[in-house]
């Protein structure tokens, strides 16, 4: 998903996260990609889920929350 490059946006992801139920197991975070603005960064999650309605539900709390998921 692309986030802000600004101070506390991982952990606010995170955050959302965490509060759905979901395990972070790995991030992968770029802030050097031509497509980006220069104000934005790539963040690769993956995440631990109870089963796909719970993916359906993680999903749906990140784009509420104005994560655009990709």
């Known amino acids: ?39 934005e960064a790539w963040v690769q999650l993956q995440v631990e889920t109870k089963g796909s309605e719970h993916c359906r539900v993680l999903v749906e709390r990140l784009q509420a929350g104005g994560f655009y998921v990709g």
Do not use: F, K, S, W
């Open 1 to 39: 998903m692309r986030l802000d490059d600004r101070p506390g946006a991982l952990a606010e992801l995170a955050q959302v996260v965490a509060g759905a139920g979901g395990n972070i197991m790995h991030i992968d975070h770029a802030r050097t990609d031509i497509d980006l603005a220069i104000d």
